[in-house]
């Protein structure tokens, strides 16, 4: 149940038709997996947490570099040299102490990855390697729960939700691209994060029930948002078995 505090900091979302108390509830009772907190996890997770979701977990190997800044809004020049994962807790514990943060420096692996998925209900991406992205795929299909999966380059992004028993990433991706250094201005992996984080609240309050995997593509030089379906791939080596 939601204390009085809690409705009265979350009373705009509350008061919202298509969401309200019972949606803030289920809110308040979910468990999200955000592997990576640079750019899109920056957004995700602060997003996330200011909803006021039940439990986040985090997951980054990286340290906070000056180059980062440009676009990474969690962080500043203190902070440099020191664990995003670590930073990113102790920075979203002071924006919303009700929510319970778990933070770990690590690489998200294939041997890894279902130890920390198990018992959360979505599972988002904020990295920025096809590698880790195909392990969360992999945890999203062996244990049967949505992943969120968001990229950019330069003023261009997308942002696709992976629904289970339905198409999964590795039905749109085959292989492991050659990890090069990414050329991104900071307004795309904003908007490709609260998408992803828009997403996520909906589907974990039951505002929204997908039916389908869906991958929305935009440009902002272009002003052009494009969405497709995404068709399950009966030979995927990840989910068509």
């Given at each position: 149940m939601l204390n009085k505090r809690e409705l009265e900091r979350y009373n705009s979302q509350i008061i919202f038709k298509k969401f309200g108390k019972e949606s803030q509830e289920k809110l308040k009772k979910a468990k999200a997996l955000l592997v990576g907190v640079g750019g899109l996890g920056s957004v995700i997770s602060t997003l996330l947490v200011r909803a006021g979701i039940g439990e986040l977990k985090i997951v980054d190997r990286d340290v906070v570099e000056l180059s980062n800044l440009q676009r990474q809004i969690l962080y500043d020049e203190t902070d440099i040299g020191k664990s995003k994962a670590k930073l990113a807790k102790e920075k979203l514990r002071k924006v919303n102490k009700n929510v319970k943060i778990k933070a770990f420096k690590d690489e998200i692996t294939k041997d890894n990855v279902l130890k920390y998925a198990r018992n959360v209900d979505i599972i988002l991406d904020g990295t920025d390697n096809m590698k880790a992205r195909f392990a969360l795929n992999h945890a999203s299909v062996?244990?049967?729960?949505?992943?969120?999966?968001?990229?950019?380059?330069?003023?261009?992004?997308?942002?696709?939700?992976?629904?289970?028993?339905k198409a999964c990433f590795a039905c749109l991706y085959k292989e492991c691209e050659v990890k090069k250094p990414i050329s991104v201005l900071g307004p795309t992996p904003?908007?490709?994060?609260?998408?992803?984080?828009?997403?996520?609240?909906?589907?974990?309050?039951?505002?929204?029930?997908?039916?389908?995997?869906?991958?929305?593509?935009?440009?902002?030089i272009d002003n052009e948002f494009d969405t497709y379906i995404i068709k399950k791939d009966t030979k995927c080596a990840e989910c068509g078995k």
């Open positions: 062996k244990l049967k729960i949505p992943f969120v999966h968001a990229g950019c380059e330069g003023f261009s992004g997308v942002c696709a939700v992976f629904v289970p028993k904003v908007l490709a994060g609260s998408m992803s984080s828009g997403y996520a609240i909906q589907m974990l309050s039951s505002t929204m029930k997908l039916k389908t995997s869906f991958m929305t593509v935009f440009s902002l």
